[in-house]
């Protein structure tokens, strides 16, 4: 029984993969008239981006055993710009964070840009590419983040640079909080939960029936880490991530649903 149940979670993910393939040829074709249509008057790009969220939701909407919730979302202000920063459980990330319908730029590896449609559709958004370890993409990058910066579009990071194996959080890496204190911009909090359940790392099968959260914290203002160095500031901004992913809150007890 056990074994019918995993052939046929690997069938229906294998289905639910070749779904996302095909539709996102279409989607992507919607996304370039969106962006032809709207470029001289939405410097922002808020409309493309609000149709990339509508793009990420129909993924989520279309799997039975996900669902989203999405905590205080009423903390991230259109009239600012944030230096974005969060915990990164999954391959699923992306998806859940896309519904909190909030414009910004994502920081992706390179390799990512390359993906046919979705890959497409992050340069068509404007998205900043990263490739590891070359000094000179990382000081284009912050180069490139601090111009958006200015002005007010927010960027978001995944500071720990590589997705959790376990869901506890691993170190921050000083990128996000050098170009926070550079810009004088403040850092939005953002914690993810139970993600990694949904989709495993190095997995394309589909997980257990989860209700992943996505929670907003309180912004930190630039006058709280201002004098601070980057090193202080991503440790600082990890103990407050950390305060609110279960991984860390109850070991052992992971598949437990967080209170709210």
């Not at 459980?89 to 993906?115: G, M, T």
């Not at 490739?131 to 002005?151: F, N, Q, T, V, Y």
């Not at 996505?214 to 950390?242: H, N, Q, Y």
Request: aromatic content about 10%; some cysteine; charged content about 20%.
């Amino acid at each position: 029984m056990c074994f019918r149940v995993t052939l046929l979670n690997k069938v229906f993910s294998i289905v639910y993969i070749g779904f996302i393939s095909i539709s996102s040829a279409l989607f992507f074709c919607i996304a370039c008239v969106i962006r032809l249509v709207t470029a001289l008057f939405d410097r922002r790009r808020i409309i493309t981006n609000t149709f990339s969220a509508f793009w990420a939701s129909v993924y989520i909407w279309c799997m039975p055993a996900w669902s989203v919730k999405i905590i205080d979302r009423h903390k991230l202000s259109l009239k600012k710009n944030y230096v974005l920063v969060s915990n990164h459980q999954s391959q699923v990330d992306i998806l859940v964070l896309y519904r909190l319908l909030f414009p910004y730029r994502w920081v992706s590896k390179a390799a990512v840009f390359n993906l046919p449609f979705i890959g497409w559709n992050m340069v068509l958004n404007g998205d900043i590419k990263l490739k590891r370890g070359d000094s000179e993409s990382i000081a284009l990058m912050m180069d490139r983040c601090e111009s958006l910066l200015k002005k007010n579009i927010s960027v978001f990071f995944f500071p720990e640079g590589t997705r959790s194996r376990d869901g506890r959080v691993g170190p921050f890496k000083p990128g996000a909080f050098i170009l926070a204190k550079n810009a004088g911009v403040p850092i939005q909090p953002v914690v993810i939960n139970h993600t990694r359940d949904a989709l495993p790392k190095h997995s394309l099968t589909i997980g257990r029936q989860k209700q992943m959260e996505v929670k907003i914290l309180d912004e930190i203002p630039v006058s709280e880490f201002g004098t601070m160095a980057p090193e202080e500031i991503a440790e600082m901004v990890r103990s407050k991530i950390v305060a609110h992913v279960y991984e860390h809150r109850h070991p052992g007890e992971a598949n437990q649903k967080v209170p709210a």
